[in-house]
């Protein structure tokens, strides 16, 4: 059953200490009201009012240990059955997040894991605006998405209905990509910043949208300094970088050999300000990478200053600047060092080039130019990444 959070109601209100509280139905006690908390009163009326659970087999912000799990974690709010001895047993786990957190892998790798410790089968993240619900398959051994949580009755009987995705929308045609974006804007607003110098712009969203198109991939094959194991499709993330700013959307990711290891690489757009100066917002290429010990951009190509652009030739230049965590930053000409013993072919001036781009068609991943582009920006990364690691051990 689909999940609408605008339409549930919300408890009724006190002022304890001059701040606002909810009587919580379940608690049964006043709770001070924060955006977190007014998405979690909104499911719990959801699941009373609509799915018909009873109060009394709802937890809220239930300790894991309660359980039987070695954990200090909480469960935002936990959906009970009875077993046959009628001992209560969990049967779903909710998730609640505050206005703005995206509702990424992060979290539903959080929420399928309280599923695992806990031994129930359905798990539903949530916050203001969206949800996604799971549901275990045993002979998958995975969690599969499903429509919504089912009422009260079919959770008990494990019922549920596999969500089926729809048809990939069609891109919008090349010749009409200018008019669309100065319609749509403020849509893309968290990918494509609306400072963004509009023939900019639209090459940005052309190349967001190849790179969220599933009908197209990387080719997979063996690359100068990797090889494509799997185009692993588009997901939800989030990253934060050096300076403590945190970038969340939609990126491409694949799977990548490296000399043995298996890595994470992905590709998206996201707005991009520093702290000095907040409203100068421009439009960002990241390539974040995820190993064993961290995920992180290892390469954020800010497209407003870096990439030269004439007519409807657009040329993906960086100027090689590098945050090491906490060491500072990098010296530009040892990374050139390490570039040109590696991928010479980066090398442009004092710059390093990534590719070109002619914005005359609708950019496919399979595109011979895309393809070498994406190479270049993967490759350049973990060439980076690879010089902050000497840095460090310095």
Known sequence: MQFDITTQRLPKIYKRGNKDCYLDPVRKKLIYITPEETVRQKVIS????????????????????????????????????????????????????????????????QITDYCNSLGCDFAMMVNDCESFTYHYDENRDEYIQIDGLPKYSELLENKFSE???????????????????????????????????????CAAFNLLEGLLDPRHQLPKRSYDLFSLIEDYGVRTLSYGNAAGGNFSGLYRSFIIDVNGSTEFVSIGLSTYATFARPDDVKTVLNVAIDNEKESHHALQLVLDDNVEYSGNKFTFLHHGKIAVSNKGSGKVDELREFVKARRPQLIYGKQFCMGTLVNDRNWDLDDTEVVNLVENLISYALIRDEYRKEVKQR
């Not at 001895?85 to 786990?93: F, G, K, M, N």
């Open 46 to 109: 959801y699941l009373i009012d609509v799915l018909d659970v009873p109060a009394e087999m709802i937890s809220v912000e239930a300790h894991l240990s309660h359980y039987g799990v070695r954990s200090k974690r909480r469960a935002d709010i936990i959906v009970h059955g009875t077993d046959r001895d009628s001992v209560l047993r969990p049967v779903a786990i909710v998730e609640c997040k505050a206005p703005g957190i995206i509702l990424g892998e992060k979290a539903a790798d």
């Open 163 to 201: 969500f089926v995705p729809g048809e990939f929308p069609a891109r919008i045609a090349h010749d009409k990509i200018s008019a669309f974006l100065k319609a749509n804007l403020d849509e893309y607003s968290p990918d494509i910043s609306n400072l963004t110098e509009h023939s900019l712009a």
